[in-house]
């Protein structure tokens, strides 16, 4: 299994991003994608995820209003638009494949993660 993030990158206060994360080697219309990140010193934070069945979100309350999780399951990739970003925001981006939890089991694929820094 691989997941591939990409889409990362210096955006200023109040822009917008689009991330997006392609995983292969597993069946994706049935795998419950995520993004979760981190900044530095602190733990690793779900930030939203997409169930397989149904097309469910969910966000973290820091992010509801200016992010959305979407996913094309012809396209084995889900995306995260970020909107109205805050410098909070920065941090690096992960995407997984998987139970929405913090885990590292042998069920979970994370991908290798992409930066974005909000700054001016």
């Known amino acids: 299994v691989q997941v591939v993030e990409s889409g990362g990158g210096l955006v200023q206060p109040g822009g917008s991003l689009r991330l997006s994360c392609v995983a292969s080697?597993?069946?994706?219309?049935?795998?419950?994608m995520s993004w979760f990140r981190q900044t530095p010193g602190k733990e690793r934070e779900l930030v939203a995820f997409?169930?397989?069945?149904?097309?469910?979100?969910t966000y973290a309350n820091s992010v509801k209003g200016r992010f959305t999780i979407s996913r094309d399951n012809a396209k084995n990739t889900v995306y995260l638009q970020m909107n109205s970003l805050e410098p909070e925001d920065t941090a690096v981006y992960y995407c997984?494949?998987?139970?929405?939890?913090?885990?590292?089991?042998?069920?979970?694929?994370w991908g290798q993660g992409t930066r974005v820094t909000v700054s001016s």
């Open positions: 997409i169930r397989s069945t149904g097309g469910a979100t």
């Open positions: 997984k494949a998987g139970p929405p939890l913090l885990q590292f089991g042998r069920l979970d694929f």
């Open positions: 080697g597993l069946t994706f219309s049935s795998v419950t």
